[in-house]
């Protein structure tokens, strides 16, 4: 079933395989094996891939909800190992994980023998429900329905241009692509800027800081990365300065593993530390 849920999702062979890190022959004869067994055909074949007909829709959605399951038991047994010791997979931001949580992590594993965090970044939100990761440490305005967790304290942005440039210089703005066009400030340039006034744009604000240092444009950026470099200057009274809570959250069948709950804890104690660095003091 797995295989056909991988074939439609990704619509094709090839793309099956790479998810489920097969050969594409292997994804072929389980999906073969699937329709012999059972006497019918599941996906058209076409010219363009593999296209899930509409009357099969709902036995896709069937073997979804059995994925579903089968994960929930394999987070319920990961999650059942002797508390502070084995593996635990934290995802946070590439901002975080290029500045605060290195420390973190590096002193609670050496407060706690035994344990190995994992360190994942990625702006893009992971599915937990898939076991990308046990934590998200995560600045979000508030969580998503299937993510139970504790504030941390709150990651706050400045604007900031180049050094080089004189403070009254004309600039242009440096816009915000991929999952940070979600982000409040994204909002506010959608609001309060034309298209005219936007050159360029980046999904990370660790390359958006690089672009800023280069002389590239004006661009919103966290504290935490602005404050202490001299390349850049903050400029004030440009925009409202605003905040955005930051989360340190599991999935919902995790929530009360003892082993995540108490990692989760000192995850959300050492940031609340950090709060000044955080807010860019």
């Given at each position: 079933?797995?295989?056909?849920?991988?074939?439609?999702?990704?619509?094709?062979?090839?793309?099956?395989?790479?998810?489920?890190?097969?050969?594409?022959?292997?994804?072929?004869?389980?999906?073969?094996?699937?329709?012999?067994?059972?006497?019918?055909?599941?996906?058209?074949?076409?010219?363009?891939?593999?296209?899930?007909?509409?009357?099969?829709?709902?036995?896709?959605?069937?073997?979804?909800?059995?994925?579903?399951?089968?994960?929930?038991?394999?987070?319920?047994?990961?999650?059942?190992?002797?508390?502070?010791?084995?593996?635990?997979?934290?995802?946070?931001?590439?901002?975080?994980?290029?500045?605060?949580?290195p420390v973190i992590v590096s002193e609670?594993?050496?407060?706690?023998?035994?344990?190995?965090?994992?360190?994942?970044?990625?702006?893009?939100?992971?599915?937990?429900?898939?076991?990308?990761?046990?934590?998200?440490?995560?600045?979000?305005?508030?969580?998503?329905?299937?993510?139970?967790?504790?504030?941390?304290?709150?990651?706050?942005?400045?604007?900031?241009?180049?050094?080089?440039?004189?403070?009254?210089?004309?600039?242009?703005?440096?816009?915000?692509?991929?999952?940070?066009?979600?982000?409040?400030?994204?909002?506010?340039?959608?609001?309060?800027?034309?298209?005219?006034?936007?050159?360029?744009?980046?999904?990370?604000?660790?390359?958006?800081?690089?672009?800023?240092?280069?002389?590239?444009?004006?661009?919103?950026?966290?504290?935490?990365?602005?404050?202490?470099?001299?390349?850049?200057?903050?400029?004030?009274?440009?925009?409202?300065?605003?905040?955005?809570?930051?989360?340190?959250?599991?999935?919902?069948?995790?929530?009360?593993?003892?082993?995540?709950?108490?990692?989760?804890?000192?995850?959300?104690?050492?940031?609340?530390?950090?709060?000044?660095?955080?807010?860019?003091?």
């Amino acid at each position: 079933m797995k295989y056909l849920l991988a074939v439609a999702d990704g619509g094709s062979v090839s793309r099956a395989g790479r998810r489920l890190q097969v050969n594409h022959a292997t994804v072929l004869r389980r999906v073969s094996l699937f329709e012999e067994r059972f006497g019918l055909s599941v996906f058209d074949r076409t010219p363009q891939g593999y296209r899930l007909p509409k009357e099969n829709e709902p036995l896709i959605d069937a073997i979804r909800e059995v994925d579903h399951a089968v994960r929930t038991v394999e987070r319920l047994i990961e999650g059942g190992k002797a508390p502070l010791s084995g593996k635990v997979r934290i995802t946070s931001t590439d901002t975080l994980c290029h500045s605060i949580l290195p420390v973190i992590v590096s002193e609670m594993q050496a407060e706690s023998e035994g344990l190995t965090l994992e360190l994942i970044s990625t702006n893009a939100h992971l599915d937990m429900t898939r076991l990308d990761a046990d934590i998200t440490v995560r600045p979000a305005a508030e969580l998503p329905d299937h993510l139970l967790g504790e504030r941390a304290g709150e990651l706050e942005f400045g604007i900031y241009q180049s050094a080089l440039r004189a403070p009254t210089e004309e600039a242009f703005w440096l816009g915000l692509s991929g999952p940070l066009s979600r982000t409040l400030a994204a909002r506010w340039m959608a609001s309060n800027l034309t298209d005219a006034q936007i050159r360029g744009s980046a999904d990370s604000f660790l390359t958006l800081r690089e672009m800023v240092a280069a002389g590239g444009g004006i661009s919103f950026l966290p504290k935490v990365l602005g404050v202490g470099d001299q390349r850049l200057r903050e400029c004030q009274g440009m925009a409202p300065s605003f905040s955005v809570p930051l989360w340190v959250a599991s999935h919902a069948d995790l929530h009360r593993v003892p082993r995540i709950t108490q990692v989760s804890r000192l995850l959300v104690a050492k940031l609340l530390e950090h709060s000044a660095a955080l807010s860019g003091n």
